[in-house]
């Protein structure tokens, strides 16, 4: 089972959307606390669902119980959190959410998380993705 991760920023249209192509992915889950915001470009909510559904078949899905708080973001952000705080916080808020009760694991499957970050070295998506590994055990994560 393939769980894939992907960033939008500092990528093109096409670049984003051929990777998602190349890979195989059939469901974007979009774990960002704001989707709505004209600096997602492309990938702002609606935009994004359409693009995905009508020019590629890819199903969109908003798993906003996979997005950090407002007050955890904020915090990092602006650098009254380490990444390692942030990492510890947010990784004990899934713990808490109980996520893996409110996310079926067969959305799962061949589906790509979706964050702003053009990296998942310091982004939640990883974080989210390393979460469900340690509950699923065949899930491989491949981030693009």
Request: proline share 1%; net charge positive; hydrophobic share 35%.
């Amino acid at each position: 089972m393939k769980l894939y991760t992907i960033g939008f920023t500092k990528k093109s249209a096409e670049e984003f959307f051929g990777s998602l192509k190349r890979a195989g992915v059939k469901r974007v889950i979009d774990v960002r606390l704001h989707n709505e915001s004209q600096l997602a470009g492309f990938t702002k909510r609606r935009d994004l669902q359409y693009f995905l559904r009508s020019c590629h078949g890819i199903d969109y899905v908003h798993e906003s119980v996979l997005a950090p708080t407002e007050e955890m973001l904020s915090s990092y952000r602006k650098k009254r959190m380490s990444w390692k705080e942030y990492e510890t916080e947010f990784t004990g808020l899934l713990r808490q959410r109980e996520v893996q009760t409110k996310v079926e694991h067969s959305i799962l499957e061949d589906a790509c998380l979706l964050c702003s970050e053009s990296g998942p070295e310091k982004c939640h998506r990883r974080l989210v993705a390393a979460y469900f590994s340690h509950l699923i055990s065949d899930l491989e994560v491949v981030h693009l």
